[in-house]
């Protein structure tokens, strides 16, 4: 899962660019170029579209180009696509998932060839763009500044595998880098992760009896590329919804109330079972999680989530105190516990609650895909009224 970062930031601070992502595993930057980063010219009444230094922003289409003159014929090659940071890596480092944005191979990734002892000489054809893996080290690349004369001179590529062969055209030197605004991706506010102060606090417990749930609060807020989520094709994910918002939720939800229609006593005895993880997709619950090939496929819908942001979550749950349910464990928990009323007078009402921790994931529209929720069974309230 990515935050956001501004580009101007890292025009100001050049040593920010080292910086890692966020603690925690699948962890990434998005670079958006904002107002304070845009260069102009024609006396200020155009935009500079063109990309000089790395890092590539993330809320632009990038099209690159190359020029070869080979005797009187010149060849111009062309690459469209998306430039996502390779997680748990710095900016500085230069990688990037390139994802095709256009053209009948739209949403697959740049892949290197693998080197069988074989030179290029002998015959290494560029290995077909593939489905995203985040675990495939031949679709990461490192694009850097080629220079001339100490300036930099367009961008080169190369493999990040030790063994991988970059496709042909892009061994060459000097490529130019240029932006397109993409419309479906202009953050107005910065995702900056989980805010670890405001999830200790707990939501308050300001709502009368009886009540399902309190008002859920914000705790986290990240993006997912669309290559780490599966749902309705990559078409319609490139053109609606290239990034997902991915926000961490804090509720108390209700496990158990009753009203004191006589005298019921000074206490209340509470006998429930709690499931302690629920996926929903648009609402919905699902029935299972099957994984294959990387993903994690919601039964019976066609929604798939990447393992990589499933175990980003799960460490999520277990820093915040969650006891992950492994294979064969119990996926409900028995409550039963005796709670007395320990105000002056006679109560009416009661309720127990337990701290539900969620996920929610939504298109650049606002429509809900997913939510991923996980009850804190070790974290229960009450209210008495």
Not at 232 to 247: A, F, K
Not at 294 to 311: C, F, H, I, N, Y
Request: charged share 25%; glycine share 8%; with cysteine.
């Amino acid at each position: 899962m990515y935050v956001t970062r501004p580009l101007s930031l890292y025009r100001n601070s050049p040593s920010a660019l080292s910086l890692p992502p966020p603690e925690g595993p699948s962890s990434g930057i998005l670079v958006i170029k904002d107002e304070a980063a845009e260069s102009k010219w024609l006396f200020g009444m155009l935009k500079d579209e063109t990309v000089s230094v790395p890092p590539f922003p993330q809320n632009k289409k990038l099209w690159l180009s190359n020029t070869m003159v080979v005797a009187t014929n010149t060849f111009v090659d062309y690459i469209y696509a998306l430039f996502i940071p390779v997680l748990d890596q710095p900016l500085s480092s230069n990688q990037y998932y390139i994802i095709k944005s256009q053209g009948s191979e739209k949403g697959l990734a740049y892949v290197s060839s693998k080197d069988e002892g074989r030179s290029r000489l002998l015959g290494v054809a560029d290995a077909p763009l593939q489905k995203f893996d985040p675990t495939n080290a031949y679709q990461k690349f490192e694009i850097s500044n080629d220079t001339f004369c100490g300036k930099p001179n367009g961008f080169v590529f190369k493999s990040v595998a030790s063994d991988g062969i970059t496709p042909y055209s892009m061994t060459r030197k000097g490529w130019r880098a240029y932006t397109k605004t993409l419309d479906t991706f202009q953050p107005t506010a910065e995702a900056l992760g989980l805010d670890a102060a405001l999830r200790a606090r707990l939501p308050q417990l300001t709502f009368s009896l009886p009540c399902r749930s309190s008002t859920p609060v914000v705790v986290g807020k990240w993006y997912c590329p669309f290559i780490f989520v599966r749902e309705l094709g990559v078409d319609y994910q490139i053109n609606n919804s290239p990034y997902y918002e991915m926000t961490l939720e804090q509720s108390w939800e209700e496990i158990f109330w009753c009203e004191n229609y006589r005298d019921g006593g000074r206490g209340v005895d509470v006998d429930v079972s709690v499931k302690k993880e629920v996926v929903s997709v648009e609402g919905k619950a699902v029935g299972d999680v099957s994984v294959s090939d990387g993903v994690a496929w919601l039964v019976p819908t066609r929604v798939g989530l990447s393992l990589a942001v499933v175990e980003r979550m799960k460490w999520e749950e277990q820093r915040g105190g969650f006891e992950w349910v492994g294979e064969g464990g119990e996926k409900e928990v028995k409550m039963q516990r005796r709670e007395e009323f320990e105000g002056v007078g006679m109560w009416k009402r009661f309720g127990c609650y337990v701290l539900v921790e969620r996920f929610v994931l939504k298109r650049r529209d606002g429509s809900l895909v997913l939510t991923w929720e996980f009850r804190h069974t070790h974290q229960i309230t009450t209210k008495w009224e």
